[in-house]
């Protein structure tokens, strides 16, 4: 992974899931008993490397989670986070904007932004590697990795496990990394939303699909919320109000019933409470939306720290 860009899911083999793993864990746990992970690291001046963040698009967890990340590791983060105090106002192009950030040679760049098909070519093409940190409605690989290793905490394992998304999988880029992270870490992916939410991609075809959500929390070990996304929705609406929606797709207290003692509840954030999941469900002792968030820091910055080739003192 050393030097190599991190753009979606596919790109991860089975051993690479486990170094990103174990190195998660390392720093987990030395964080827990010292409060810093960055004496396991071996690098000499981290303090001069330089992480660039170009968001184009909202964020709380991702942007904080990897500035978090590379200041635990020592390493400095620089951010474009708020398009409208930048030249993109003036009229440059987005994929400009990456182009010149790249020319400001930081050693790594993070980047958000929605759907934009010249983008997409550009990070291909700059100097520097790139993380995808959410493209549009394609993937979000580092939100499937952090999801995955809650899993594994709290599940102790991936294979075989019977994961349930429910919601907005159209307009879900955290959906389809999932689905191809789970499936590869042997996971089986089902799913429960409304005709208009339906997947749509090839990777999706012969998924199941729950229309009953009651029947889908029963068959599942994991149950992932996601979203409605709006601002993804066309003029025109989604065909149906969210009182509709909350009435067959939230999790409250009543669906719960039909699932597991020891299952997990996940939810990428950020949850729309009432919409997608109730507080109940949110205060439920299987709920781990906030735990997802804290192992969010440790799976970025074993990502970091790999693709800088950093090594570490044990694994
Ligand atoms: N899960 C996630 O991507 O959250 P943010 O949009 O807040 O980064």
């Given at each position: 992974m050393v030097g190599e860009s991190f753009l979606s899911s596919e790109q991860l083999s089975e051993k690479d899931i486990e170094q990103i793993f174990s190195r998660a864990t390392l720093f987990k746990r030395e964080f827990e008993s010292k409060q810093r992970f960055d004496?396991?690291?071996?690098?000499?001046?981290?303090?001069?490397?330089?992480?660039?963040l170009v968001f184009s698009e909202p964020s709380t967890r991702t942007r904080l989670s990897f500035q978090v990340a590379a200041s635990r590791l020592g390493i400095?983060?620089?951010?474009?986070?708020?398009?409208?105090?930048?030249?993109i106002t003036k009229g440059e192009t987005l994929e400009d904007t990456f182009r010149n950030i790249a020319a400001m040679?930081?050693?790594?760049?993070?980047?958000?932004?929605?759907?934009?098909?010249?983008?997409?070519a550009v990070i291909r093409e700059l100097p520097c590697p790139i993380i995808n940190g959410g493209i549009g409605t394609a993937?979000?690989?580092?939100?499937?990795?952090?999801?995955?290793?809650?899993?594994?905490?709290?599940?102790?394992?991936?294979?075989?496990?019977?994961?349930?998304?429910?919601?907005?999988?159209?307009?879900?880029?955290?959906?389809?990394?999932?689905?191809?992270?789970?499936?590869?870490?042997?996971?089986?992916?089902?799913?429960?939303?409304?005709?208009?939410?339906?997947?749509?991609?090839?990777?999706?075809?012969?998924?199941?699909?729950?229309?009953d959500l009651n029947a889908g929390m029963e068959w599942a070990t994991v149950v992932m919320g996601l979203r409605v996304q709006k601002?993804?929705?066309?003029?025109?609406?989604?065909?149906f109000s969210m009182a509709e929606?909350?009435?067959k797709f939230r999790l409250g207290g009543d669906q719960l019933k039909h699932f597991r003692s020891d299952g997990i509840l996940l939810h990428p954030g950020p949850v729309i409470r009432g919409i997608e999941f109730?507080?109940?469900?949110?205060?439920?002792?299987?709920?781990?939306?906030?735990?997802?968030?804290?192992?969010?820091?440790?799976?970025?910055?074993?990502?970091?720290?790999?693709?800088?080739?950093l090594e570490v003192?044990?694994?």
């Open positions: 004496h396991v690291v071996k690098g000499e001046a981290l303090h001069q490397k330089v992480i660039a400095k983060t620089v951010a474009l986070d708020n398009p409208s105090s930048a030249s040679l930081p050693d790594l760049m993070v980047v958000r932004y929605n759907t934009n098909f010249e983008a997409d993937e979000h690989p580092t939100q499937a990795l952090l999801d995955a290793f809650t899993i594994l905490e709290n599940r102790k394992q991936i294979k075989g496990e019977k994961v349930l998304i429910v919601g907005d999988i159209a307009h879900s880029r955290v959906a389809n990394s999932n689905l191809m992270l789970l499936r590869r870490l042997g996971a089986e992916v089902a799913y429960c939303s409304p005709p208009q939410f339906e997947p749509k991609g090839d990777n999706w075809k012969g998924v199941r699909n729950f229309g601002e993804r929705h066309q003029s025109e609406g989604i065909g929606y909350r009435e109730s507080a109940f469900v949110l205060n439920d002792k299987r709920c781990k939306v906030i735990d997802q968030v804290t192992n969010g820091v440790f799976v970025r910055a074993s990502l970091i720290s790999l693709v800088l080739g003192l044990k694994s």
